[in-house]
């Protein structure tokens, strides 16, 4: 039995979005910055998927740009602030992609910001009073918080980080990679200056993604080159990768009740059986709070294979992530479980469901668990 349960990291594709790419491959393959006819066939086709995802949001088509991905888009919400925003200091946690942490430690050595990060709680949650307190020492800032983490799956009180910036004046940039098409975002309603998104978090294809930019936010390119994206990021557009990418965020968002509700149930049921049959069994994070309904990150006893958990359950036909906290500076583990002070001695391995997946694979997975911790 083979088992994908490593959706976090990504999705595989919808068969229509499959279908509406190669269409737009072999039919639909002239230049969108061309002027004939084939030219202008792809330009409709980028123009439709900027009003659908616009439509999707609830913005503008004008606030919505395609790149190649998250981290592109990531990068430049950030880099882009501190040259035409004059921003000084960065506000953000230990615990975000490094897409975000690692600019942010680049641009601070390069002298160009000061970075500071938020405390977090317990529960793997931001310290909501300690973001206000950085705010109110420390302008002009852009704050950049993930909606919801990769790994531990806690989601943020998004509107509230949201009016918090707009109360201390400070950009607010979200990396909602891992929400996009998994929750309903209305940004007429949620006040975000920048949101990151890749389209294979949600049955899309890779490669592709976009950035929203409030419209009263006016950035000059990350990447320079011709005039495409209305001047804002030169390159030839993925016109079928864009296409894929509208018509995967559509599907998502149509299916949304009943995926949602199904992906919930298997997170559920899996930490049901956990508890039920792994004695000692702890999830890290906000597991059964605030938590994003595709991502279970499990905390396992001491094991004398703990080294070995991934690649046993690899062997079984089981596709996970792992990770464990860093027990010292040479162990390069985890950053966000070392964060969270998880013990190096008890390994973690991130289960991440999709709409695809079925209780008879949760309980397959539960049942080699057992066997690797001598449970039988």
Same mark, same amino acid.
């Given at each position: 039995m083979l088992v994908y349960l490593d959706n976090a990291a990504t999705t595989p594709i919808n068969k229509e979005v499959l279908e509406v790419m190669k269409m737009v491959l072999e039919e639909e393959f002239g230049n969108p910055s061309s002027t004939h006819s084939h030219?202008?066939?792809?330009?409709?086709?980028?123009? +439709?998927?900027?009003?659908?995802?616009?439509s999707i949001l609830?913005?503008? #088509?004008?606030?919505?740009?395609?790149?190649?991905?998250?981290?592109?888009?990531?990068?430049?919400?950030?880099?882009? $602030?501190?040259?035409?925003?004059?921003i000084k200091h960065i506000i953000s946690s230990p615990i975000e992609h490094h897409a975000v942490l690692h600019t942010a430690e680049e641009l601070e050595k390069l002298g160009k910001i000061e970075f500071h990060k938020v405390n977090l709680l317990e529960d793997g949650h931001i310290d909501i009073n300690h973001l206000e307190s950085l705010l109110e020492q420390n302008s002009p800032a852009l704050v950049s918080l993930m909606h919801a983490n990769n790994e531990i799956g806690n989601i943020l009180d998004i509107d509230r980080v949201g009016e918090l910036c707009k109360q201390y004046n400070a950009l607010f940039h979200s990396d909602t990679v891992q929400t996009m098409g998994h929750v309903l975002l209305d940004l007429s309603k949620t006040h975000v200056d920048f949101l990151a998104c890749a389209?294979?978090?949600?049955?899309? #294809?890779k490669g592709v993604g976009f950035i929203y930019i409030n419209s009263k !936010?006016?950035?000059?390119?990350?990447?320079?080159?011709?005039?495409? +994206?209305? !001047?804002?990021?030169?390159?030839?557009? !993925?016109?079928?990768?864009?296409?894929g990418l509208a018509k995967a965020l559509e599907i998502s968002i149509d299916n949304f009740e009943k995926d949602s509700a199904h992906m919930q149930g298997l997170k559920t049921y899996m930490i049901e059986q956990l508890r039920a049959n792994i004695p000692g069994v702890l999830f890290n994070g906000d597991a059964e709070g605030k938590s994003l309904?595709?991502?279970?990150?499990? !905390?396992?006893p001491p094991t004398p294979i703990a080294e070995m958990i991934l690649f046993k359950l690899d062997i079984e036909g089981i596709s996970a992530s792992g990770g464990s906290a860093c027990s010292s500076g040479s162990n390069i583990g985890s950053h966000v479980l070392t964060a969270l002070k998880v013990s #190096?001695?008890? #390994? $973690?391995?991130?289960?991440?469901?999709?709409?695809?997946?079925?209780? +008879?694979?949760?309980?397959y997975v539960i049942v080699k668990l057992k066997e690797m911790f001598k449970l039988n």
């Open positions: 030219g202008r066939k792809a330009r409709t086709l980028i123009e +439709e998927a900027r009003k659908k995802v616009a609830n913005c503008s #088509p004008g606030e919505i740009f395609f790149t190649s991905g998250g981290t592109e888009a990531d990068n430049m919400a950030i880099r882009k $602030s501190i040259d035409d925003f004059g389209a294979h978090k949600f049955n899309g #294809p !936010n006016k950035l000059h390119p990350f990447i320079s080159g011709g005039a495409q +994206e209305r !001047n804002m990021r030169g390159g030839t557009e !993925n016109t079928s990768g864009i296409v309904f595709t991502v279970l990150n499990v !905390n396992f #190096p001695d008890r #390994p $973690s391995v991130r289960f991440s469901f999709g709409k695809h997946n079925t209780k +008879e694979e949760i309980d």
